[in-house]
Structure formats: structure tokens, C-alpha cells
């Protein structure tokens, strides 16, 4: 009876711990995968491993991550245990109170955390950086020590303490000697839930912190364009790491035992030592900028830049650039609003228009930019800068149909738009999630303008898109849909051209279709902030990314259109002949530009959009 | 026995600065109209009156079905996993744990990136099923797969929890229903069970308020049509820009939220006069 008891909970335990360790599993054999994809392996090799520790940018990640984790959960759970002590001895109200002010911050979706700091910090002043992201992180955790310590201490017999104080024991040595050594599981289970807490967030580390500080998962996060295995080579060797330490930690209490007993005092103060050490490290690190270097600060998409220009642009201007990323426009935007400021952005058209409505940004000085010549004639003067007085184009393209040669009839095609309604598809379809993307793919279905504000139009380009969320079942993929579509899992997507570029070089069953209605013509292009005070070097990093040959490998590299004449025409006859998407059509006059959306017509939008998404019949 | 109740002054005045105050600069855009510039702020209702809609209703609903079906699921599977390890010697549990707790520390989105991997229509599993004659499965953008992936995200915490109340559980109490006559399951239900229970609601929460506003997990294995609080939330604020309409909404969800764990506070009141 005992032992069949015992094969089965063996059982239970190996079952549970094959769940928790088969993305695990999967997330390593793919650092070894010698394509940039994450859902087809292609062969093995350790090219990622090899960028992993060229990749200065991770390795700076790894080491804030590391840090805030530690300060964080050493701070937390020495503040946490404290508090859960005192609240055992407080009155009723009191403790009821602060109970329910420490459950805000785990009942709060992050992104209210995140906001609501963000607008604290800049309030008071405080810059963003490694200091406001341990700040944050403290403020998180601690709450997790508290509710994991404080049920501990609740049970806890109150006259212990009292015992040991009416032996002789001062008050800090009946917390130190009795309370703390009885409930050190739960501050155990509260370090641990703290360090897990703080080492995987993304959402509230982003928006508090800035300056080119930045944790693993930002990096990842900003990713998502093209997550590729590099990552995942770093998740193994953090894996690699644990392990290590873990045998160590099955070690250690025997070698403890033997001759290490009287050390601890001494290991204490080494550690608190060692910890200073970091903080002070890491702030000199991020405080300490070579002295009269001059400092750029450029924020752009994620995976949007070949990174080697960076620090060739470093060599040859003296200068520091720090680089910061986004996911999207309105994370720039959002971030933006609360003050932060950077030199040069790359934001795209209907963001820019906005921009330079809300006084963002600055004059170019297009005289400073000598290669201003290099630049396509198509791709200048368009609605949302007109004459270009605020911005240089950074790429291009359109948004089209991906679609599997064989699969889709090519008779199908000539319906453009309206093979996203073709029942024979239905299930077998990719859209957009993006409010403005679906929409506009209906309204030129409809034959309307992209940038309509007539609310009839608007209500037929929702009831179209409902119809399609009926016959079709699709799915709303986000960034995903590339990995989706390498691996072929379905038929149809809607992508833009730079993405499609991509995949179809990595599948060459899928094929790239401008609908013949018209479609959505974009630019991505840098612009200069208005507070930018090293103006001559903004112009010159402006300069630099329009040189041939800095252009051509940065196409080359991210597989979007570049703008730049000489790399264009290298591409399209060289390393993306075979791909049609590379080259947009912008030859339809019914095409459009997206342009700026008025707040209450870009609320309606917002809102039809959730109802498509929510009202799933 | 006075004594150390000084010890939360710190937490106090720390808890107001970082917690009270930017949850203020929330609370007043929730009550004030479009715009992002607090200073020039009129009062208005309307943003939680647009939330009567049904469409929100309905999202506010499915997502507490979803924490709250993940939520048991967790507590189901992970109770008698921290049971198990509970019993175990204490270096072996100390091991346990951490074994149970390493994989949240490689990246939430990296992991959900391998499950989207496993379930995908062309991916691992159904590679295997194919090999084995079965016809590949529609795993992906269903309920299953937004609830394996909560479960595999969350489940460490409510084992971490329950296995902290369950260790060091003074066993005196079970020896003594063994020695009065209880069967297993009565000793098991009379002692044991009712001894864990802080642990037990501790787990409840830790997973619960995350399932509800998750937002990347739905997203990446539900899709964009697997619209849940959380997503709406994160929409308003980012994409949309209209914090005064998100402030509102996260408002209301976390009022509902403190309604539920008086509730189950109750519960908790409960189980201690039982005891």
C-alpha cells in the first residue's frame, strides 16, 4: 500500500515537472536552430550562442536584470518581513488598512502600475534609468513577501517573543533569534516569488526606466518583430547556471556542516559588501559617459536596424549613441507623453504628422545632410511632412496579401480584398490585429478612402469586418504571424510588405499580392526631437543612415524597402530578385497614406474594433 | 506586546508614496474626460458609464470565468504536488521547489513562444500524432491552449504557497485525529486541509489576479479575438491613448477584485473558527 502510494506521487511529481519543463526544452533545442525561426528547425548550429556574446546590448541586459533582481528581493524581503512582524502587532484597523493598500499592487493589471509610476516619477522629477527601475521593482515585490510571510507570523505564539525579552533578550534579538528563524520558510517562499516577480517583468521595468537601462525582457519584448534564438541561447545558459547552482546548493550544506559553521557573520557582511559593490558599478556605469563625448539618443523600433552601424557611426563621430527601442508607435507615443526625451526617433507617417502637430519636433536642416541625393524621388514629399521639412525616410512599403501559391486559386486573386471574405478560405486566414490596418482593409474593399471620418462609411467597414469575423473565423494575430506563416500553418495573411519580404525568403511556396483597390502606402522616417541639444550630430547620424553603403546592409538586414536609390536597386537585383515583395507598389492611384486620426474619431475606431474582437458569436 | 509594532512605519510611508499616490494620479483620470494633461481636468462619469456597455460587461465576465477556471485548475493539480513534496526530507523539498520555480525565470514570452511551437496545427505535437497515423488536432488559438499556457505560467505560485503552510505543519494535530479514530480522508479534510488553508488562499490570489488581467499569454495563444480585461486595459492605454477610459476600467475591475477577496476572506474567517 505505502510504496504503490509512493510510485504514484513519483509519478505525479515527474508529470508536473515534464509540463513545466517542455517550453523549456523546446526554447533550448531552438538556440540551436540554424535559422531565425522559433517554429521550424532547420539544422543545428550555435551562430546564436556565437551573437550572444558579441551582442554587447544583451550582456548589458543580463547584468541589470541580474542586479535590480537581487537588490530588489533582498530590499523587498528584508522591508516585506518587517512589515509582516509589525502588522501582527498592529491594531485591527490599521492592519486591515495597510493590508488592502499592499494587495493594489498584485491586483493591478501591470500596465496601471506601470502608468501610475511613470506619472509619479516624472512628476517628481526623478531620471528614469537603473535607479527608478529598482525603485519600481522593490514596490512590487514587497507585496509579495508580505503576503507570503505574514500568514506565517499570524500563526506564530505571540508570547514566544515575549518569553525570550523576559529572558534578557533585547527586542532586535528576539526578532533576529526567535521570530525570524520561525517563519523562515515563508520568507523562503517570499524571496522566491520577489526574485521570479522582478526577473521576468517587461511592462512596468519599460516604463519606468530610460536612459539605455534595460532588463532581458525588454530586449525580448522589443523583439517581437523578429524574435530570433539569440535569446533563446541566453535562456539556456541562464538554465546552465541554475543548474550549477543548484548542485552547488546540494553540496554546500554538507560542506557547511563540516567547517564552514562559523563563517556566517563574515559570509553576511561579504554579501551586503558585494551588493554594494553592484549598485555602485551599475550606477557608475550608466551615470559615467566619457567626458566631452557627445551623446545621441535615438529611439526606434524593435529589430529595426542593422546594430554594427551603430558603433561604426561611434568610431567615426567620437560619439556615445544610446539606443532604445519600441514596440509600437503608440508605445513611443505613450512613453513620450510623460516627458521622456531622445534626439532622433523613427516613428512612422500618420505618427509623425502627429508629432509635428503637437510640436514634437524640429526643423530638419536638410543642407547639413549631404547624401539628401541618394534618396528615391518617390518616396519624398508625401502628405504627412509635405516638402520634408521634418523628416528624412528611413523605409517604405506597403500592406498586401500573403498567400500559399498552392493553396489559393489563382483566380481567386482578382477579388484583392475580397478574397479575406472568400468562404473557401474561411479558417484558414491571418488579419491584423490593429484597428487601423482591418479597417482600412475594409473601407478599400468598400471602395471608400482609408482616412474616412464619415461615420456611414465607418458603420458599412465595421459591418463588413463583422461579417468577416462570421464567415471566416479568422484569427487577429499580432508580430506572430510571420513565425505562422515561415511554418505554414495557414493559407492567407495580411502583413506588410518588409515582413512578407522576410518569409517568403525563408518559404517559397507563398506568393505577395497588392490588392488592386488600393491599398496602404507607409514610410518610416527619422525625425529630430525639439529638445535635441547636439543638433550638428543628429544630422550627421541622419547623413550617415543614407549612405549607400550603410543603407544597403541595413536593408539587407531588416528585409524592409530602403528608400536610398543605389541600395534599393542593389537588392532588387541582387539578394531579393526573387521576392516581389521587396519592391511596394506604389503606382495605384487609389492607394493612401494613413494621416493623422482625430481622438474621437480614432476612439470610434478603437471601440468598433473591441466589439468585432469581443462579441464572438 | 507592543513591541515591534513600530516596524511597519517604513512600509507605511513607503507604501503611501509608491503605492497610494500614483494609484491617486489613476483614480483622477478615471473621473475626468479625454485628454492627457491632468491640469486641465473636468469631472465626468462617462467613462464608466461607456463600461455598461455589453461588449465590456461581456469581457469583464469572460475574464473572471477564465481566472477563475484557472485558478481551480491550478489549485486541483498544484495541492497535491506541494502535498507530495511536503513530505519529502527538507533538503529534497528546498530542491523541489526550486525546481518547480526555475522555469518562470527564463522569459514569459520566450515560453510562450515554445508552447505556441508544441500546439501549433504544423507543430511539434501534431508532427508526432502525424507520425503515429492520428490526424493532426487544432490545438492553437482555443480555450485549451490560453488555459495551458495560464496554468504552466502560474501553477509555481500556488504550489510555492500551499507547500509553505503545509511544511512545518505541526503533525501532532494529524497523529492525534489518527489516534481518536479519523480515517484517512476525514484526517485529511478535519486537519490537514483546514492548516493550509492561508497557504491555500495565499495561492488563490497570487494566481487568480494574475489570470484575470494577463494580457500576453490570451493574445498569443488565443489571439486578438480572445479579448479579456486585461487587453482592453493594456488597448486603452497604449493603442488607443485614452487613459482616462483605461484608469476607469482598471478602476472597476479592482473593486470587483476587493469585493471577491472579502468573500473570501469570509471563507478564510470561517475556516480559522472550525478550526
Known sequence: MKKKKSIFARFYVALCLVFFYLPILVTIIFSFNSSKSLTRFSGFSLRWYQELLTNTEISKAVYVSVTIAILATVISTALGTITAIGLSRSRKVIRELLMEVNNIPILNPDI??????????????????????????????????????????????????????????????????????????????????????????????????????????????????????????????????????????????????????????????????????????????????????????????????????????????????????????????????AGESYDILIPSDYMIERLIKEDYLQYLDWDMIQNKGNLLENVLDHSYDPGNRYSCPYFWGTVGILYDKTVVDEEDLKQGWDLLINPKYKGNLYMYDSERDSFMIALKALGYSMNTTDPDEIQAAYEWLVNQRNIMEPIYAGDDVIDNMVSGNKAIAVVYSGDAAYIMSENPNLEYLTPSQGTNIWYDAMVIMRECSEQKLAHEFIDFMLREENAAANTLEVGYTSPVTAAYEEMVEGDYAEISAYIPDDSNPRSEIFRYQDPKVKALYAELWTKIKAEQS | MKHFRHLIKPYLIWSILIIVIPLLLIGLYAFTEEGNAVLTFTFTLENFRKFAESTYLNVIIKSFRLGILATVICLIAGYPLAYIISKQAEDIQSFLILLVTVPSWINMLLRTYAWMNLLSDNGIINNLLGLLGIDPITMMYTDFSVMLGLVCNLMPFMIISIHTSLSKMDHSYIEAANDLGANPVQTFWKVTWVLSLPGVLNGVMLVFLPAISSFVIPKLLGGGQYMLIGNLIESQFISVGNWNFGSAISLILAAAILILMRLVKRIDVMGRQEE
Open chain 1, 112 to 337: 496601471v502600475t506601470a502608468i501610475g509610476m511613470m506619472l509619479l516619477f516624472s512628476s517628481i522629477g526623478l531620471v528614469k534609468g537603473y535607479f527608478t527601475m529598482l525603485l519600481a521593482h522593490i514596490a512590487f515585490c514587497t507585496p509579495y513577501v508580505i503576503t507570503s510571510v505574514y500568514p506565517k507570523v499570524r500563526n506564530l505564539d505571540p508570547n514566544l517573543a515575549n518569553a525570550a525579552m523576559d529572558l534578557g533578550a533585547t527586542p532586535f534579538q528576539a526578532l533576529w533569534k526567535v521570530i525570524v528563524p520561525m517563519i523562515k520558510d515563508g520568507i523562503f517562499a517570499g524571496a522566491l516569488l520577489a526574485f521570479t516577480m522582478s526577473f521576468d517583468d517587461f511592462v512596468i521595468s519599460y516604463f519606468v526606466s530610460g536612459n539605455g537601462v534595460k532588463n532581458i525582457s525588454i530586449i525580448v519584448y522589443n523583439m517581437t518583430k523578429r524574435i530570433n534564438p539569440t535569446i533563446n541561447a541566453l535562456s539556456a545558459l541562464v538554465i546552465l547556471v541554475i543548474v550549477v547552482i543548484l548542485i552547488l546548493a546540494q553540496v554546500w550544506p554538507k560542506l557547511k556542516k563540516s567547517r564552514l559553521n562559523r563563517i556566517p557573520p563574515r559570509m553576511r557582511s561579504f554579501i551586503a559588501g558585494a551588493m554594494v559593490m553592484l549598485v555602485i558599478v551599475a550606477l557608475y556605469q550608466w551615470g559615467a559617459v566619457a567626458k566631452g563625448e557627445r551623446v545621441l539618443k535615438v529611439y526606434n523600433a524593435g529589430e529595426y536596424m542593422d546594430l554594427s552601424l551603430l558603433e561604426d557611426f561611434q568610431d567615426e563621430y567620437h560619439c556615445t549613441v544610446i539606443y532604445e527601442t519600441f514596440e509600437s508607435n503608440e508605445m513611443m507615443y505613450t512613453k513620450l507623453s
